[in-house]
């Protein structure tokens, strides 16, 4: 096998993409190939050959004719081998580069993997780093959670015997709250039971005085129709008043005439006394 360096050079703008067949070399261009011939030896490498002990000589056979009827001359069997061998050779031989670089490709892809391996190792370790911190913080965070669902656990029963003797303190406050109000209803009941008695003695009393009102209106009717008779009386007797006070009058003046009269006698009986003196 020729060495690295005596490869024939391959130019990269040549190389087509990578074809996945049975030839890895078969999509190739041909300049990248040279004949096994000319590709020189590494010293002190020797070619192999076929071993010659190791093949027979085929019987011979009638040979076919050629295009001129001349029987064709035959090849012997280490003839085959060789140009199998070369020919071998030569197919090994271009498969070399297409080797080469998927070797390569290999190569790169497995340090690619080392590479991510090793980033994966990296990012495993310090995930673990902090799985191994989130759970010291787990652990601090529960022994904290402990000790506050401890102190509120304490604080819970306080706060509980507190409730308890204030349940306690509120039902005892009910039960009078119900004795007190017990003994106000029954005062209400005996308020209800007087109100109703008060109530059925006023109701007594309004139909008595309805009854009476009815009285008293029939007694205003009549006394309504005795003042109009006494009115009318009235008027007639104030008619006959005012009879009488022109009679008193025209008596008066009948007095006066009759004093002035006696006066005038006086004076003349005075007179006539004087005279008879």
């Known amino acids: 096998m020729p060495s690295r360096s005596l490869r024939p050079r391959i130019i990269e703008s040549e190389i087509p ?16 190939f040279i004949p ?7 010293a002190g490498v020797k070619r192999e050959r076929p071993d010659s002990s190791l093949v027979t000589t085929p019987r011979k056979k009638q040979s076919k004719a050629t295009d001129d009827g001349t ?9 085959m081998a060789s140009e199998e061998y070369y020919r071998a050779g030569d197919k090994a031989q271009k498969a070399l580069p297409a080797a080469d670089k998927y070797r390569s490709t290999i190569d790169a892809t497995s340090d690619r993997m080392v590479a ?18 989130l759970k010291a913080q787990e652990q601090d965070t529960l ?6 669902t401890t102190k509120l ?16 303190k509120e039902a005892a406050a009910r039960l009078e709250q119900d004795a007190v109000i017990t003994a106000l209803n029954a005062q209400l009941a005996e308020k209800d039971a007087v109100i109703a008695a008060q109530s059925a003695e006023l109701t007594r009393k309004a139909t008595a005085t309805r009854a009476q009102g009815a009285d008293l209106a029939e007694k205003a009717a009549d006394l ?20 009488i006070t022109a009679q008193g009058a025209k008596l008066c003046q009948k007095d006066a005439n009759l004093s002035e009269k006696n006066a005038m006698i006086s004076t003349k009986k005075a007179v006539t006394a004087t005279k008879k003196k």
Do not use: Y
């Not at 656990?153 to 306690?168: C, I, K, P, W, Y």
């Not at 008779?229 to 009879?243: F, G, I, P, V, Y």
């Open 17 to 32: 993409a990578p074809v996945i067949c049975h030839n890895p070399a078969a999509k190739l261009p041909a300049s990248a």
């Open 36 to 42: 096994l011939a000319k590709v020189p030896r590494r």
């Open 71 to 79: 029987p064709a001359e035959r090849k012997t069997a280490p003839e």
């Open 116 to 133: 991510m391996n090793r980033e994966q190792e990296a990012a495993l370790q310090k995930a673990r780093d902090e799985i191994d911190k």
């Open 143 to 148: 022994g904290k959670l402990r000790d506050a």
């Open 153 to 168: 656990r304490r604080r819970l029963g306080f706060h509980m015997s507190a409730l308890d003797t204030m349940a306690q």
């Open 224 to 243: 309504a129709e005795k003042a109009a008779d006494l009115a009318e009386k009235a008027a007639n007797l104030s008619e006959e008043a005012a009879a």
